[in-house]
């Protein structure tokens, strides 16, 4: 069975930073892209990025939104994936979730405030 | 980018019905189109991959197929379970783009 483990999120000052992780088990992450989609209340998801897998030479992509600021990395020897975000703005308010597969799986996804 | 526009935005429809939802895309986007169900405090969840492939578990009530750039999600003799939001998703080329989702509520 496939699991999908989020870390915590939290309430950020705006400028701040915070790096969330997601933790798959039951899968063979080493093979699969991961995406983070993160979804501001009341409205509907936006991809955030993705990383590749270590035969594509784990490349990233990025949101316009948050490129720049945004950096998604993963560590295949602990099936890990993290989103590390600084500058953060008060637009980027928003449930963060990890998916990958061909977004097939999803974690139940982690609420990141950016507030003063 | 590629836009993925949704009609309607909402819908309002009785338990037993047929339901639509069309999403077009900007561009010619292959069969890179997938599905999502969405309810109140929960993620997104999948529902149809590549145009029309059913995820697993998905009610064989629900269908997905293609014309040109435009793209359907079929409901046939909804359940109370159904009424939800759903989204639709391209990706085929980054950055991967949602539709702006359709509301489907009772009547």
């Known amino acids: 069975e496939v699991q999908v483990v989020q870390s915590a999120g939290g309430l950020v000052q705006p400028g701040g930073s915070l790096k969330l992780s997601c933790t798959v088990s039951?899968?063979?992450?080493?093979?699969?892209?991961m995406h983070w989609v993160r979804q501001g209340s009341g409205k509907g998801p936006e991809w955030v990025g993705r990383?590749?897998?270590?035969?594509?030479?784990?490349?990233?992509v990025y949101a316009a939104s948050v490129r720049g600021r945004f950096t998604i990395s993963r560590d295949d020897s602990k099936n890990m994936a993290y989103l590390q975000m600084n500058s953060l703005k008060t637009e980027d308010t928003a449930v963060y979730y990890c998916?990958?597969?061909?977004?097939?799986?999803w974690g139940l996804g982690t609420l990141v405030t950016v507030s003063s | 980018d590629i836009q993925m526009t949704q009609s309607p935005s909402s819908l309002s429809a009785s338990v037993g019905d047929r339901v639509t939802i069309i999403c077009r895309a900007s561009?010619?986007?292959?069969?890179?189109l997938n599905w999502y169900q969405q309810k109140p405090g929960k993620g997104p969840k999948p529902l149809i991959y590549?145009?029309?492939s059913l995820q697993s578990g998905v009610p064989s009530r629900f269908s997905g197929s293609e014309s040109g750039t435009d793209f359907t999600l079929t409901i046939t003799n909804l359940q109370p379970e159904d009424f939800a939001t759903y989204y639709c998703?391209?990706?085929?080329?980054?950055?991967?783009?949602f539709g702006q989702g359709t509301r489907l509520d009772i009547k």
């Open positions: 998916t990958f597969n061909g977004f097939d799986y």
């Open positions: 039951g899968f063979l992450f080493s093979a699969s892209a």
């Open positions: 990383i590749r897998d270590k035969s594509n030479n784990y490349a990233t």
């Open positions: 561009q010619n986007i292959g069969t890179y």
């Open positions: 590549s145009i029309s």
């Open positions: 998703q391209q990706t085929y080329a980054a950055p991967i783009t």
